[in-house]
Structure formats: structure tokens, C-alpha cells
């Protein structure tokens, strides 16, 4: 359980850490929190011979409110995105998702920008951004790009990042008026990877949903869209009927596979059950109250 | 390869040389003989290897050595010699809450930071600090118990 010998290089900026990668040629991977890569160093999955340290970058930090949104830093941490109030104000979705991601510990270290670049399908934080509509802000030695969230996860552990480029923030775009939005999760125990989650997210106008994005993790290769589901919602009245309904069209949207963990049946049973929850949970709620 | 490493260890000013790929708790335990800092399952699974990192929670099975440069360290030996661990325990060893002994330090480490942040937690709140720890020998119930009394205590004896 000990990694083999590799070099590591602390950049001070974004422009030496892409001169590091280049001289590296390829060989090289980026640290962040380090608590996906440490352990699969040491499980000998991965053998870089260098790891270049981006966890002091100042350009990959910080959490603002600009006019296009709310720009999260790929170097916030877990705890930081449950506890930042601006993240509370203007993504509540991605506060009450943080709950569930892993332990208090590894949430002091472990980093969002990590967490969404490594693309777990199990990831709380991937299905969330995907429901709010995120904008990935990508360096590369090519310079910047942006990429839509709907073009960014493209298959189990893999995004639209090419080796070499990096992470520096992931826009959020201003929540709506009458926005409600709620994620939950079944997992054996607090804190373990969920056997299934979901995020939800509609406007709703005098009752009536004219809105919908859901999106479940831990039931296929990415975070995944349920559009039938949000079909089956939108231009109808959030109440029980209408929750039965896009429960019943759950198994169009959602073929989760057989694993060694569960069957997928069972899975999208739970998703349903998951969904019909947080329906009705967003059902009896009021508004949430978007701060201008 | 080896690095310089410059850090704060209990605020002790620590200068070595180390491979970039020891771990944090391995060079706490290998280089500084502070072996209670534990180590069970390397994969940040297990909670024993938990010491404070500028004042927060970390695993030091997780951490790069390299990573903690220029930070501040404290492990259960320093935690433990400035008696802020004290009255925790105290109620460790009335309720039972270890026998082997080998969760204890990231036990405490866990539960030390708990009362740092949270006010009064309740049990369910101790139970969900607690998530991140194992422990095969106590069953949880006597660690849940001697946190939550040492919660009283204090409460108690800020009160009198
Ligand atoms: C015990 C345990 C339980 C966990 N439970 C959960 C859980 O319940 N839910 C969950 O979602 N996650 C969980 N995790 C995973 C945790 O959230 C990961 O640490 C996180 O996903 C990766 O973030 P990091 O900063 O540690 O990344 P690192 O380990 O530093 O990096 C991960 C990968 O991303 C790359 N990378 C990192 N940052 C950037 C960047 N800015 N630009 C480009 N590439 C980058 C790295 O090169 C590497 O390939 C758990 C981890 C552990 C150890
Ligand atoms: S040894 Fe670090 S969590 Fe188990
Ligand atoms: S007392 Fe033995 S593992 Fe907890």
C-alpha cells in the first residue's frame, strides 16, 4: 500500500504549471486535494513520474458573485462549498448536496474541481452541476475555453479535459425566480457512496412546474438526465397525480446495469422512490427566496 | 529524490528531507517516532490516522508530507500533552469507549474538533463526526456516550 517513487514539482501559477506539464511530456499528473490520487498511487493504479502540486494556486481559488453567476474556484474545498454562504444563497442545491460527500475530514481536503474532474459516477457534485446548468472555465496550453456542463462528462471517469489542461473555476448561472430544488441520497451509511442520489430542480409558477431538471448519480456511466421525467412534470401542477406520473416514466429515463453491489432493478426501484420523495418534498415548499 | 520539508510539528519547528511519495503519517511515524498517529487501511477509509492540519481534521494516510509544507501540524501526542484532550479522556476510559486502542487517537481527534466547532451536538450529530472512524472493538455506543458526557461536563462546568 506504498506508492512507487515519483518527482513532485509546487507550481506558484497557472503558466508554470503548464510549462511543467509540457516539459513532462504527459507523464506527468496534477494534485489537487490528493485524496483520489494518493490512494491510487499507493493501490499502484496509476504511476506517474511526476506530480505537479496545483493546490497553492491563487488563479483556482476563491468564491465570487460576478453578473454571469456564481464562480466557484476548482480549489474550494468540500467544506467550504456546505459552509460558504454565497453558495447557500445562490446554489443551495450544491450546499445540501455537500452533506453527503464522504466525512467531515476528507471534505477539509478533498477539492470540488478534483471531485468533478475525476468524474465518479457515484458523485454527488457532477449530477448537481448538471442540473444547474454549470459552465466549466478550462487553461490549457492552447489558452482558455469554456465548455457547457451537457458537453463536459462524456463517459465513467472521463470529461471533455484534455491531459495537460486544467480546471480553473465552474460558473454557475443565476438561479431563476421561483426556483425549488432539492437533492437526496440512499446510501448504507452516511457518508459512504450513495447506491443512488438525485438532484431536482424546477421552477414553479402559482403551482404549476414550467421548469424541470433531474438529474441521478450512481445509476450509469455520468450523472444522468431524466428527461422523460422532466417532460412528464412540466406545464403541470406540482401535486401527487402529476408525481405518480413522472415516477411511473422513470423506468423510460434510467436502465441502471447489474453490479456486484445491487441489482439494477432494484436500483431504479430506489431511484423512484428517491424521486417521488423529493417531489414531494419540493411539492409542499414554498419558493425559495433568490437573493438579487 | 528528496525534498526539503519545512513545517511545524506540536510547534516544534521541523527541517528534513523526505521522498515526495511518504505519506504525512508515515513521516510522523517513521521520521519523528509519533506512532500514535495509526495507520489501518491507507485509503482514507478508516479514520486512525487522523491528525490536526492548521487546525483542521485531515488523514494523514491522504496528505503528501511534501503537501503539509510551511503548515502546522498538531498529532494526538501534542494534542494530548497540552491537555485539551483532557476531560475527553477521561470519559474514553470510564465508558469503555476503547479496547485495543487502535482507533482511539483518530477517535479523539475527531471528536476534539467536534466540540471545537459544534456548540452542543446531539447524538445523532456525534454519530454522523463519527462516521469516518471504525471501530472494531467497541461497538460505537461507549464512544457516542463518553463524547456526549463530556459534552454535559463542560456545559456544566461553563455554567458554574
Ligand atoms: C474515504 C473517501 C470517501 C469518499 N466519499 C466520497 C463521496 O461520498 N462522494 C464523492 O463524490 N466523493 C467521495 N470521495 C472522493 C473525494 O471527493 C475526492 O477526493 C475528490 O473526488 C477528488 O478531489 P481531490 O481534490 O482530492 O483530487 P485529486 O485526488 O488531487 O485529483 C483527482 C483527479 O483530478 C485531477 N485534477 C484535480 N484537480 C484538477 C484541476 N483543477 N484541473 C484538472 N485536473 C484536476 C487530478 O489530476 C486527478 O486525476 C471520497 C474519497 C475518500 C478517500
Ligand atoms: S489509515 Fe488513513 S484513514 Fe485509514
Ligand atoms: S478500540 Fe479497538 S478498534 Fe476501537
Known amino acids: 500500500m506504498k506508492p512507487p517513487p515519483f518527482d513532485y514539482q509546487l507550481a506558484d501559477s497557472v503558466s508554470q504549471a503548464l510549462d511543467l506539464y509540457a516539459r513532462s511530456e504527459g507523464d506527468a499528473l496534477w494534485l489537487a486535494g490528493g485524496h483520489s490520487i494518493v490512494p491510487s498511487l499507493a493501490l499502484r493504479l496509476q504511476a506517474p513520474s511526476l506530480l505537479i502540486d496545483i493546490s497553492r494556486l491563487p488563479e483556482l481559488m476563491g468564491i465570487t458573485l460576478t453578473e454571469e453567476g456564481l464562480r466557484i474556484g476548482a480549489l474550494a474545498t468540500h467544506a467550504q462549498i456546505l459552509s460558504d454562504p454565497l453558495v447557500r444563497t445562490h446554489a443551495p442545491l450544491l450546499s445540501e448536496a455537500a452533506a453527503h460527500v464522504a466525512h467531515p475530514a ?3 481536503r478533498a477539492t470540488f474541481g478534483g471531485n468533478l474532474v475525476l468524474a465518479d459516477p457515484a458523485s454527488e457534485f457532477p449530477a448537481v452541476v448538471r442540473c444547474l446548468d454549470a459552465v466549466f472555465d478550462i487553461v490549457g496550453p492552447e489558452g482558455a475555453r469554456q465548455v457547457g456542463v451537457e458537453d463536459f462528462f462524456l463517459d465513467l471517469f472521463t470529461t471533455a479535459l484534455e491531459p495537460g489542461e486544467i480546471l480553473r473555476s465552474v460558473l454557475i448561472p443565476p438561479a431563476p425566480a421561483s426556483l425549488r430544488c432539492g437533492f437526496d441520497e440512499l446510501a448504507r451509511r452516511h457518508g459512504d457512496f450513495a447506491m443512488v442520489g438525485a438532484a431536482v430542480w424546477l421552477v414553479v409558477a402559482e403551482g404549476v412546474t414550467t421548469e424541470a431538471r433531474i438529474c441521478f448519480h ?3 456511466p455520468t450523472p444522468m438526465r431524466a428527461t422523460l421525467v422532466e417532460e412528464a412534470l412540466r406545464g403541470r401542477p406540482l401535486a401527487a397525480d402529476e408525481i405518480n406520473a413522472a415516477q ?3 423506468g423510460n429515463d434510467l436502465d441502471p446495469a447489474d453490479d456486484v453491489t445491487l441489482p439494477g432493478a432494484t436500483r431504479l426501484h430506489l431511484a423512484r422512490v428517491l424521486l417521488g420523495r423529493i417531489l414531494h418534498r419540493l411539492a409542499g415548499q414554498t419558493a425559495m427566496e433568490t437573493a438579487a | 529524490m528528496t525534498l526539503p ?6 510547534g516544534q519547528s521541523v527541517a528534513e528531507h523526505v521522498e515526495p511519495r511518504t505519506s504525512l503519517a508515515d513521516f510522523l511515524r517513521d521520521r519523528l517516532r509519533l506512532t500514535g ?3 489501518g487501511c491507507e485509503m482514507g477509509v478508516c479514520g486512525a490516522c487522523l491528525v490536526l492540519l492548521d487546525g483542521k481534521p485531515v488523514h494523514g494516510c491522504l496528505v503528501l508530507a511534501v503537501q503539509a509544507a510551511g503548515s502546522e501540524v498538531q498529532t494526538i501526542e501534542g494534542l494530548a500533552e497540552s491537555g485539551a ?9 470510564e465508558r469503555n469507549a476503547l479496547q485495543c486502542g487502535y482507533c482511539t487517537p483518530g477517535m479523539l481527534i475527531t471528536a476534539h474538533s467536534l466540540l471545537e ?3 452542543a451536538p446531539d447524538r445523532g450529530e456525534i454519530r454522523t463526526a463519527l462516521s469516518g472512524n471504525f471501530c472494531r472493538c467497541t461497538g460505537y455506543e461507549s464512544i457516542v456516550d463518553a463524547i456526549a458526557v463530556t459534552i454535559e461536563r463542560r456545559a456544566e462546568g461553563a455554567g458554574a
Open chain 1, 106 to 108: 476528507i471534505r477539509n
Open chain 1, 218 to 220: 450512481s445509476v450509469g
Open chain 1, 248 to 250: 411511473a416514466v422513470l
Open chain 2, 5 to 10: 520539508l519545512h513545517l511545524t510539528v506540536n
Open chain 2, 37 to 39: 498517529t495509526h495507520l
Open chain 2, 85 to 93: 484532550l483532557a476531560d475527553l479522556q477521561r470519559a474514553f476510559h
Open chain 2, 117 to 119: 466547532t459544534t456548540p
